[in-house]
């Protein structure tokens, strides 16, 4: 007998880790730099159509706090089981489909506080993209 649910069910992709230094033109973000012009947005560049998308450092500080997700919930869980597999610390992330050729890409962030160069920051650790 077949699953009425299987049409339905999402098929899975190939997830590929990229460190964020291969995407973004810049990954760490502290209260020292982060008033200054150059560091109030990123810029993150997509490897299948090289579409550049620039994300609002206040995007990655406020909204990756919250984990949430844009995706379908079977992306998600198979983005969290492969965050878990790789072991990729995070403390948030954001997540998106590209805009030109809708791949799937997940940014992991980890934030910090009370370093000695700094209050406060967080930094672009993985990224995470859907073949």
């Known amino acids: 007998m077949k699953d009425p649910e299987a049409d339905r069910r999402f098929n899975p992709m190939v ?3 990229v ?12 209260s020292v730099n982060y008033f200054r012009a ?3 947005e990123t810029v ?3 490897p299948r159509c090289k579409e ?19 995706f379908p919930i079977d992306l998600q869980t ?10 990729i610390f995070e403390s948030g992330y954001i997540d998106w489909n ?9 940014v992991y962030v980890q934030h910090w506080s009370g370093s000695p160069d700094s209050d406060f920051g967080f930094e ?7 073949l």
């Not at 460190?19 to 502290?30: C, H, K, Q, S």
């Not at 590209?98 to 997940?106: D, F, K, S, T």
């Not at 672009?124 to 859907?130: D, G, N, P, R, Y």
């Open 19 to 30: 460190d964020g230094a291969e995407r973004f033109d810049n990954t760490i973000f502290n």
């Open 38 to 40: 150059p560091y109030r």
């Open 98 to 106: 590209c805009r030109i050729c809708e791949m799937p890409v997940r």
């Open 124 to 130: 672009i650790k993985a990224v995470v993209e859907a």
């Open 52 to 70: 550049k998308k620039e994300i609002p450092v206040r995007h990655l500080e406020n909204r990756t706090v919250l984990r949430f997700s844009n």
């Open 15 to 17: 997830l590929r880790l």
């Open 78 to 87: 198979q983005f969290d089981r492969f965050r878990r597999a790789k072991k």
């Open 44 to 46: 993150y560049t997509c």
